[in-house]
C-alpha cells in the first residue's frame, strides 16, 4: 500500500507570494492532518480534515488555510508569505478521528521564504 | 492545555548502550501516547503506542509503558545501534491532533 505522499518536496518562494502544498493519504484514509516543523518551534499542528470537512484548527494566522476534496486528498494553502514562514510542512492520515489513531506522516514538503 | 514534555537532548551513547529517553505529559483527559522517529531529510514513522494506561508498545526492540500515575512514557531500548540514531519525538493525542513534545536528537557511536 503507498504510503503518504506530498508535493512538491521543496519550494522557494519569495515575501507576499502565496503557496500551495498537496496531500495524498494513504488508501482508505479519510482523515488529513497538517504539521509544521521548525527548529525554534518544533512540531506545531496546523489543522485537520475529515470527509471535506475541518475538525480541528490550530493556533495559526488565516493566512494559513486548507481544504479536502471528496477523494481526500488535501492542500494547504498560505498567502502573504512571510520570513517566519519557512518550514517543513508535514501531511498525516488516519483512519478516522479518534485519538487511538495511528497517523502516518508523509516526507514533508521544505517551504524556504526569501 | 494538554502538554509534552521531553528530556533536552542531544544524547550520545555508545553502541550496544541502554537508552532512555524520559518523556511526561499534561492531559485532561486520557489520551492516547506515541513515540515518533524521524531520520535526517524524512518526515515521521510511527515507532510505539499506547491507548491506556499500564499498557507498554514496544517496537523494534524500543519500549515504553503508559504510566498514569505519574504522567509519563518514557522510551527505552536495551542495545542501540548505530542505525537507532534520529530524532525521538514523543507525543499524546488530543482529538485528531497530535501534540508533540520537543524531539530529542539520539546519536550512536560505533
Known amino acids: 500500500k503507498a504510503g503518504v505522499t506530498q508535493t512538491p518536496r521543496y519550494l522557494i518562494k519569495t515575501r507576499g507570494q502565496q503557496v500551495t502544498l498537496s496531500c495524498s493519504p494513504i488508501s482508505g484514509h479519510r482523515s488529513v492532518s497538517w504539521y509544521q516543523q521548525t527548529p525554534g518551534q518544533g512540531l506545531q499542528f496546523l489543522f485537520e480534515?475529515?470527509?471535506?470537512?475541518?475538525?480541528n484548527k490550530g493556533n495559526f494566522p488565516g493566512r494559513f488555510s486548507g481544504r479536502q476534496f471528496s477523494n481526500s486528498r488535501s492542500e494547504m494553502n498560505v498567502s502573504t508569505l512571510e520570513l517566519g514562514d519557512s518550514a517543513l510542512y508535514l501531511c498525516?492520515?488516519?483512519?478516522?478521528?479518534?485519538?487511538?489513531?495511528?497517523?502516518?506522516f508523509g516526507p514533508g514538503t521544505r517551504l524556504t521564504v526569501l | 492545555g494538554d502538554s509534552v514534555t521531553q528530556m533536552e537532548g542531544p544524547v550520545t551513547l555508545s553502541e550496544e548502550a541502554f537508552l532512555t529517553i524520559n518523556c511526561t505529559y499534561t492531559a485532561t483527559g486520557y489520551p492516547s501516547l506515541f513515540w515518533y522517529v524521524q531520520y535526517p531529510g524524512e518526515g515521521l514513522q510511527l515507532l510505539l503506542k499506547a491507548t491506556k494506561a499500564d499498557d507498554k508498545g514496544s517496537n523494534k526492540g524500543f519500549e515504553a509503558t503508559y504510566r498514569k500515575e505519574t504522567t509519563s512514557f518514557h522510551l527505552e531500548k536495551g542495545s542501540v545501534q548505530v542505525s537507532d540514531s534520529a530524532v525521538y519525538f514523543c507525543?499524546?493525542?488530543?482529538?485528531?491532533?497530535?501534540?508533540f513534545g520537543q524531539g530529542t536528537e539520539l546519536s550512536v557511536k560505533p
Open positions: 480534515y475529515f470527509s471535506e470537512t475541518q475538525r
Open positions: 507525543a499524546l493525542s488530543d482529538g485528531g491532533k497530535l501534540i
Open positions: 498525516a492520515s488516519s483512519l478516522g478521528t479518534s485519538g487511538g489513531n495511528e497517523q502516518f
